[in-house]
């Protein structure tokens, strides 16, 4: 009995501890990853394939937006994601890449689920704030409260 119980705690701890020590080594290794002289940037994904990923980046020297091709190797590395095939056009993302000749090779690439407003939302926004609908709900100025108070107790 006693062999029986030993055997079954050796196999739970296997069985507990293996996924437990694979997720340390991911991290591990994004952490290396990312010790290493990697750029950065984001944008939005504008095309994909097995191969490269463009996004349409911000240029702060340009003051523009542009697009940018990023070459995807077997080395790549993706988090929130399990491939590039997984990426569709206005995905967000974030890119570690390095520089290899004139190539730049995306080293790690993370989806992004933050939602960014766009130009149009705010506009909508705006739009609604200015109409009379919202303006109903903006509640009484204190002077008019307070006179509406001075009244109702005169009588």
Do not use: C, H
Not at 83 to 107: F, I, M, R, T
């Amino acid at each position: 009995m006693k062999k029986y119980f030993t055997v079954f705690a050796v196999l739970v701890s296997l069985w507990v501890g293996a996924p437990l020590a694979m997720a340390q080594n991911d991290a591990q290794e994004e952490e290396d990853l990312l010790s290493e002289d990697l750029e950065y940037t984001y944008g939005s994904v504008v095309s994909v394939s097995p191969q490269t990923i463009v996004i349409n980046e911000y240029n702060y020297e340009s003051d523009q937006e542009i697009q940018v091709s990023y070459a995807i190797s077997g080395e790549t590395k993706f988090t929130k994601i399990n491939s590039v095939e997984e990426l569709v056009k206005d995905d967000n993302v974030d890119v570690y890449y390095k520089v290899v000749g004139e190539q730049k090779v995306a080293q790690l690439i993370t989806k992004d689920d933050t939602s960014y407003g766009t130009e149009t939302e705010d506009i909508d926004r705006a739009e609604m704030e200015d109409s009379e609908d919202v303006n109903m709900l903006v509640p009484v100025s204190n002077q008019e409260t307070n006179q509406t108070n001075i009244d109702s107790s005169r009588g």
